[in-house]
Nanobody, 119 residues
Framework: QVQLVESGGGLVQPGGSLRLSCAAS????????MGWYRQAPGKQRELVAS???????KYAGSLKGRFTISRDNAKNTVYLQMNSLKPEDTAVYYC?????????????WGQGTQVTVSS
């Protein structure tokens, strides 16, 4: 079993910053891509950013420049630095990881952390 535990969400004013963290634990042999998705009320879940084990990154086009994804492979942790936040960034943010144990490789998700951007 693999668990992803997110932290760092909350309420922030427009223009503010937040840093999300997601730590993977459990029966981990290797972690491939890690990433962040978000889902706003009434909308589909969408990719925010992803990062490979080698550090290659991908961003949703509209977010590049404001959001930065990074990871610490030694800690099995992925981060999302969010700057210049806007009300439209309000959503539940989910961590994702492509993880292999000794016998299984699959996609794992965190429980989600709420980010609310409001004055």
């Amino acid at each position: 079993q693999v668990q992803l535990v997110e932290s760092g969400g909350g309420l922030v004013q427009p223009g503010g910053s937040l840093r999300l963290s997601c730590a993977a634990s459990g029966s981990i042999f290797s972690i491939y891509a890690m990433g962040w998705y978000r889902q706003a009320p009434g909308k589909q879940r969408e990719l925010v950013a992803s990062i490979t084990s080698g550090g290659s990154t991908k961003y949703a086009g509209s977010l590049k420049g404001r959001f930065t994804i990074s990871r610490d492979n030694a800690k099995n942790t992925v981060y999302l630095q969010m700057n210049s936040l806007k009300p439209e960034d309000t959503a539940v943010y989910y961590c994702h990881a492509d993880v292999s144990s000794r016998s299984y490789r699959g996609d794992y998700w965190g429980q989600g952390t709420q980010v609310t951007v409001s004055s």
